[in-house]
């Protein structure tokens, strides 16, 4: 597998990883994208072992007549707004009613009053541990700190300072505009030198380079943002007008559904990526006609000196049938490309330089 082939294996093994741990959250907020109408935080340990406190129950409503013995239902007391999950011990048939004795798994003895219909919010359909112990903790002042502000602080400063990197240049100083052309002895050696460069440092660029996100992931992924914006504001709508007042849990996922959406908005603004390709060189380059994908390194095209109507030896500088010249020595001119020189020639090359650099 190549190097961006595992760079994309890691992005979607983090991105499902994401989603993992999102997504319990996600549902507690909004239960009906598990199948379920309501969800509570476990308090007590009056269910144990099955269901500790911290765990989160998802309820969902059913009638009374397809409630039997040994399912767990959640309920609520008269005179208290906290519900209460238990098991179901016994099916009691009364003036033509349908009551429920109930007991924790936990305690010694069943619940001592019967519980009626109207009391049944419903039938517990899914059970997720541990994270109502994280959204108790987000509910504390340190908690939100730990758990909302402090990863959100680090992601823009990321943002930032990814973005401030792009901006201060290329290594060595040398940016597109500031690149000399080189002045050459022979084209085509002065050529191979440079594209021998250029294999190189595109090798180093295979070796560091990360994936990029095309356009079409990015508007997939506002699209999820602003449906999980929309579910969740309309169960914070729902939960105003039948409750006086949305619940915190859905409240945070609509923000957190917003704040994704204006941020991966930002990003396809920016530099959301494109799925047409880019040229790897400036048109009309000679020798260079590839194109690169976005978020690939160019290819490099070597020209060939076998093109030389005179053949090889014609496009090294030497005539058929002559002695060779000299070995042209390489130089650089300041900017990390090669410059070849013949020999006897170097003095002049590098006062002319110097004279185009005082320029």
Not at 13 to 37: E, K, R
Not at 301 to 322: K, M, S
Request: hydrophobic share 45%; net charge negative; charged share 15%.
């Amino acid at each position: 597998m190549s190097r961006f082939g595992e760079g994309s294996a890691r992005h979607v093994v983090g991105f499902i990883v994401l989603l993992l741990v999102i997504a319990p959250f996600a549902a507690y907020a909004a239960p009906a994208l598990v199948g379920a109408d309501e969800s509570y935080i476990v308090l007590t340990g009056s269910m144990r072992p099955g269901i500790d406190p911290g765990d989160v129950v998802f309820v969902s409503a059913t009638s009374a007549a397809s409630i039997g013995v040994d399912d767990v239902i959640t309920y609520t007391r008269p005179g208290s707004n906290t519900p209460t999950t238990h098991r179901v011990v016994e099916v009691v048939e009364r003036d033509g009613d349908r009551l429920f004795r109930t007991q924790g798994d936990a305690n010694e003895d069943p619940d001592s009053a019967l519980i009626a219909p109207e009391q049944v919010v419903g039938v517990v359909t899914l059970t997720i541990p541990f994270i109502g112990t994280v959204i108790g903790l987000a509910d504390s002042q340190y908690g939100f700190l730990a758990l909302v502000v402090l990863p959100f602080g680090l992601l823009v400063l990321d943002l930032g300072y990814s973005a401030v990197s792009r901006r201060v240049g290329r290594p060595g100083g040398a940016s597109e505009e500031d690149a000399d052309v080189p002045v050459v002895y022979d084209p085509v050696r002065a050529a191979e030198a440079y594209y021998d460069a250029a294999e190189r440092r595109l090798s180093e660029a295979e070796r560091t380079a990360t994936p990029g996100v095309s356009a079409r992931d990015m508007s997939a992924s506002m699209l999820l943002a602003a449906g999980l914006a929309i579910y969740a504001g309309w169960n914070a709508y729902w939960q105003f007008t039948s409750f006086g007042a949305p619940r915190a849990e859905t409240m945070s996922v609509l923000s957190g559904a917003l704040v994704c959406l204006a941020f991966l908005g930002y990003l396809r603004v920016t530099n959301g990526g494109s799925d047409e390709p880019a040229p790897a060189t400036a048109p009309g380059t000679p020798g260079v006609a590839e194109v690169a994908p976005v978020g690939a390194a160019p290819s490099v095209a070597r020209p060939q000196a076998a093109q030389h109507p005179a053949g090889v030896e014609a496009a090294h500088g030497v005539a058929p049938g002559a002695t060779a010249a000299p070995e042209p020595r390489v130089e650089t001119n300041g900017h990390g490309y090669p410059v070849w020189y013949a020999d006897g020639g170097y003095e002049q090359a590098s006062e002319a330089r110097e004279g185009a650099d005082a320029q």
